[in-house]
């Protein structure tokens, strides 16, 4: 048989719009709550925890169990399996069970004939707590010595010795706080009975496979008697990965118990309380250095408040130490990683999963060796840059596709960086009030999970005697748009319009053991996957139709324009029919598991990254100095997504997540009261950016290169690695409170969110003695 042309061997693909654009404008797309409601089907909600570590003394839920509509009442000794919804550690519990370890934590389930009724009666039990101490701060846990685990350390060479010999030297600190994911649509779950025990779950969750083995673990059953299923979601970003299991069993346990069906649609004030957010960071920094800006020697103090479970903190947390370097090489580097367990909701996945929080660190550290010098942070940027000879990442992974100096010189040419920077300069010092700054930032971001088995995909192709199509993989749609990416795949390879591929809905019983749709990774794994499928059964249908022919298979040709059989040509749906009379099989499922990668977690060496994304962009802002506020003026951005799937996707991917992480640096504070209560729990109080907080002017050009590796079409993962391109943000606004002392040589105490409050608190400090 004919050797196949390998999955990246292909033309870059025009751009498609997304499969349900045209669904989500007209209101057809259906999501987990738009489904019809069956007679009987029960709603829930969760007793909360009113403190945030108590002993629970006694419990009386008479009255809510007389509440009007109420069907049934369950606490954590009705669960008949494990009450764990932990994706490792077995630490979450579904239901408080004689401790409660964080405010608005579950601790009875109500299942009514309405979700006003159920919400209404679960604010009707009487709870008696003994209360516990309470870590609600990092600084309490650390007093107490409460972490999730021992505090990591990754280094390379003699950090120590390095900054005792280093000719300049500085120390700073500063934080950066949580974001909550707010995805426009909450946490929902559906659960219904099935016969012999079995549960069909709609969840809206990234991992389906998780949810699955969950739920069957709560139940007492197996992993095949629970089928979960997921079409869309209604945004995501990583709160959806191991925060849906919550819900998912809650519903899951009703159905159980009932007989009836379940459904949990959590309200957006108690979802904001219940689940977990971006975790927040404190930094502290002591870094030596050249009259030049290059840095000699580092030592880098993370430390992070995970909440009161492990959830995916020790991963998390891992990210952020392999992100501290971004592009900069660091010859002597010790990071160290302090993972603090609290009293408050437990901190989970978010867009970059700790990337972000490591990439910032080494940014603002950069920004201060540039003040100190009195230099352009760009020019601290390049100096630092890898390069031949520096080429090694401080965990011991060589970067070989390193493309961050041509893409920052192209980019500092293209957005008139220097010309700009001079007319900020000038306008500043022509204005009292206004203060301008600009910034530009790189980005390296590396891809794959760092837990190395997660990085496998499985995918299940149906091709029918028509000519249709169906494509179904472990990835699930959260709006990015890998269903699209993975159809178009499937398209190519049998050279088919893409709308003769019907997208099917994610599901446990047509691929399992899949991993979490994170880590940027959906259309890498899931695509190659869905390649492998279609290629397997685009073998059999060429070595059929050379038979039939008599010809040799190097003849048998899938292209757009039919299948080119020798000197005949067919159409695809003709080439099915024969198959099919031919008894030639049509289907094919496919696996593929990311090769080359491999990593010593307790040595924090190796390769845990297959490639890496790079990004760079300008970020220019003005801000008030007498009120605090502050606006991005103009943004330019260019994004390396290698040999793009899909362009309008990817473009659209970028300028999402550079908002979001402009949200995360600017405006979304949370804030917790003295009890351990989440005061930001509603969009009156939370302030996630809008149209009006983005650039008027907002460029995005892809890089024109390709993935040195063997990718699918040679592309790069896009999801996350766009969210840290708005550090240019927070650089920038540091450059316009400089701005206020133009000839201090430091760099103004600014944490993250720069509100306008902390805008004006950072202005003072600067400009006192």
């Known amino acids: 048989m004919a050797e196949r042309d390998p999955a990246w061997k292909v033309l870059e693909k025009p751009s498609h719009p997304h499969d349900s654009a045209r669904m989500h404008v007209t209101g057809e797309a259906r999501y987990a709550d738009d489904m019809g409601e069956p007679e009987g089907m029960l709603h829930l909600a969760f007793g909360q925890s009113a403190e945030a570590h108590a002993r629970i003394v006694s419990m009386d839920l008479s009255d809510v169990m007389a509440a009007e509509g109420v069907v049934a009442v369950y606490t954590a000794a009705d669960i008949p399996g494990i009450n764990d919804v932990s994706p490792v550690a077995g630490d979450d519990r579904l239901l408080a069970d004689g401790e409660v370890i964080n405010h608005g934590q579950p601790v009875f389930l109500v299942a009514a004939t309405s979700q006003r009724a159920a919400r209404k009666a679960a604010r009707l039990g009487t709870i008696e707590y003994e209360p516990l101490p309470a870590m609600l701060t990092m600084a309490d846990a650390r007093d107490a010595q409460s972490l999730i685990e021992p505090t990591q350390c990754m280094a390379r060479g003699n950090a120590a010795a390095a900054l005792e010999s280093c000719p300049l030297r500085l120390s700073g600190r500063f934080e950066m706080g949580g974001q909550d994911h707010f995805y426009l649509e909450g946490h929902v779950a559906v659960a219904t009975p099935g016969e012999d025990g079995q549960v069909h779950v709609l969840s809206s969750t990234q991992h389906p496979s998780e949810v699955q083995h ?233 891809i794959s999970f760092t837990t190395t088995h997660l990085n496998q995909a499985g995918a299940l192709v149906h091709v029918y005697a028509d000519g249709s199509i169906q494509v179904n ?137 297959y490639y890496f994304a790079y990004g760079a962009a300008v970020s220019e802002v003005a801000i008030d100095t007498l009120t605090g506020e502050h606006k991005v003026l103009a943004v330019d951005i260019l994004h390396d997504v290698g040999r793009s799937l899909n362009p309008v996707i990817d473009k659209g991917q970028i300028e999402g997540g550079f908002v979001q992480g402009q949200g995360w640096l600017t405006t979304e504070e949370l804030v917790w009261d003295s009890k351990g209560r989440l005061l930001t729990h509603s969009p009156a109080t939370y302030k996630i950016p809008t149209a009006s907080d983005r650039a008027k002017r907002l460029t995005i050009s892809l890089w024109d290169g390709e993935n040195v590796e063997p990718t699918i079409n040679r592309s790069k993962a896009v999801g996350e690695p766009p969210f840290m391109l708005a550090i240019s943000v927070y650089s920038a606004l540091n450059r316009a409170i400089a701005a206020t002392v133009p000839d201090k040589r430091e760099l103004p105490p600014l944490d993250a969110p720069a509100t306008p409050e902390c805008i004006l608190k950072t202005i003072a400090e600067f400009k006192a003695p």
Do not use: W
Request: with cysteine; aromatic share 8%.
């Open 473 to 609: 993989h472990g990835g699930t749609e959260m709006g990015q748009g890998v269903y699209v990416k993975v159809a178009q795949v499937v398209a190519d390879v049998f050279g088919v319009p893409l709308g003769q591929v019907r997208i099917t809905a994610t599901r446990t019983d047509k691929v399992p053991n899949t991993s979490a749709t994170a880590a940027s990774s959906g259309a890498d794994l899931n695509g190659m996957a869905a390649h492998n499928a279609a290629s397997a059964i685009r073998a059999r249908l060429t070595e059929f139709l050379a038979r039939t022919y008599g010809c040799a298979e190097e003849e048998v040709h899938f292209t757009p324009d039919g299948v080119l059989v020798g000197a005949e040509t067919l159409s695809f749906g003709e080439v099915t029919r024969k198959a099919y009379l031919g008894r030639i099989s049509m289907s094919s499922n496919g696996f593929y598991a990311t090769p080359g990668i491999e990593y010593d977690r307790d040595a924090h060496k190796g390769r845990p990254f």
């Open 214 to 446: 969950l739920v069957a673990h709560m139940l007492d059953r197996s992993t095949a008697d629970v089928t979960v299923e997921v079409r869309r979601m209604g945004g995501a970003f990583g709160g959806k990965e191991t925060q849906a299991a919550l819900f998912a069993a809650a519903a899951a346990l009703v159905a159980d118990k009932t007989g009836r069906p379940a459904k949990f649609r959590c309200d957006r004030d108690d979802d904001m309380v219940m689940t977990g957010k971006r975790h927040p960071f404190e930094v502290t920094y002591d870094v030596g250095f050249d009259d030049e800006g290059r840095l000699l020697g580092l030592s880098l103090f993370l430390s992070s408040d995970c909440g009161a479970t492990v959830d995916l903190s020790p991963a998390i947390n891992d990210r952020a130490m392999f992100h501290a370097d971004n592009c900069y090489f660091l010859p002597d580097v010790e990071i160290a990683s302090e993972r603090l367990k609290t009293n408050t909701v437990s901190a989970t996945a978010f867009r970059g999963f700790g990337g972000p929080q490591g990439m910032l660190a080494i940014e603002r550290i950069v920004d201060h060796v540039a003040a100190r010098l009195g230099k352009d942070p760009l020019e601290v940027r390049l100096a630092n840059l890898y390069g031949p000879g520096r080429d090694v990442t401080q965990y011991g992974m060589t970067v070989a596709d390193n493309i961050a100096p041509q893409m920052i010189a192209r980019l500092r040419e293209t957005a008139r960086y220097d010309e700009r920077a001079v007319a900020v300069e000038a306008f500043n010092a022509g204005s009292p009030v206004i203060k301008k700054g600009i910034a530009l930032t790189p980005v390296k971001f590396g």
